[in-house]
């Protein structure tokens, strides 16, 4: 597994920091030039099996993640991208557009999913609008976008969070202290603390006041 070890490109240019984990060979081939040329993109890690990144603890958090989850299998690609997007912002580049893996990459807290052989060249824009917090589809998916994450529902307003720090948040709107919240979800206190801090830290709040106070003006605690 590589060492992710940030490049600087001078001292006025801001990149944008970028690993890719378990990208197919043939795709590689094609982003990592496409990556290069862009001078405000760093790519400071490339993890070929990613379940080598998901055992690390000691490998340096990037900006963005690029990753192929459905490498793992449909029925793991979801449970990837939620383990990357609980440390980073995270972009799909993968072969399939199939409506179930689209939306559970999403549900999962993917902002982003580019489809290989179509959006090869789309690539470096989708970094750009992933780190800036932005989501992005390709061009085969866009068109059924709305119907595929919405579902006859109005948009979840925090995209950036995954389907299990959603549930704290709901709770956390609704007034619950950290161990009433563990008791519901039957986790353990430290689970639930740990996923609290990643939720203020995607919210970009710095205490619970103001998790409720932009929870509850979303929507969210009222049930």
């Given at each position: ?52 990144v998901l055992g690390s603890t000691a490998w340096r958090v990037p900006d963005v993640v690029v990753v192929d ?74 068109g059924r976008f709305a119907a595929l994450i919405c579902t006859g529902q109005a948009p979840y307003p925090f995209p950036q969070l995954t389907a299990r720090e959603r549930d704290v948040l709901e709770r956390i ?51």
């Amino acid at each position: 597994m590589s060492d992710f070890r940030p490049r600087t490109g001078g001292d006025t240019l801001t990149q944008v920091t970028v690993a890719l984990v378990g990208l197919r060979p043939a795709v590689r081939s094609t982003i990592v030039p496409a990556l290069e040329r862009a001078a405000d993109i760093a790519i400071v890690g490339d993890v070929r099996d990613d379940v080598d990144v998901l055992g690390s603890t000691a490998w340096r958090v990037p900006d963005v993640v690029v990753v192929d989850p459905v490498r793992s299998g449909t029925s793991a690609a979801e449970h990837v991208v939620e383990r990357l997007a609980a440390r980073t912002r995270v972009l799909v580049l993968t072969g399939t557009d199939e409506d179930s893996v689209v939306r559970g990459a999403f549900r999962a807290g993917a902002l982003g999913y580019l489809v290989t052989g179509t959006d090869h060249d789309q690539v470096p824009r989708g970094v750009r609008v992933v780190a800036s917090g932005g989501v992005v589809v390709g061009r085969c998916i866009a068109g059924r976008f709305a119907a595929l994450i919405c579902t006859g529902q109005a948009p979840y307003p925090f995209p950036q969070l995954t389907a299990r720090e959603r549930d704290v948040l709901e709770r956390i709107a609704a007034g619950k202290t950290n161990p009433v919240i563990a008791r519901e979800l039957a986790l353990a206190p430290k689970t639930i603390s740990n996923r609290v801090s990643t939720v203020f830290v995607k919210l970009g709040v710095a205490h619970r006041a103001e998790a409720i106070v932009l929870a509850r003006d979303a929507g969210l605690g009222r049930g």
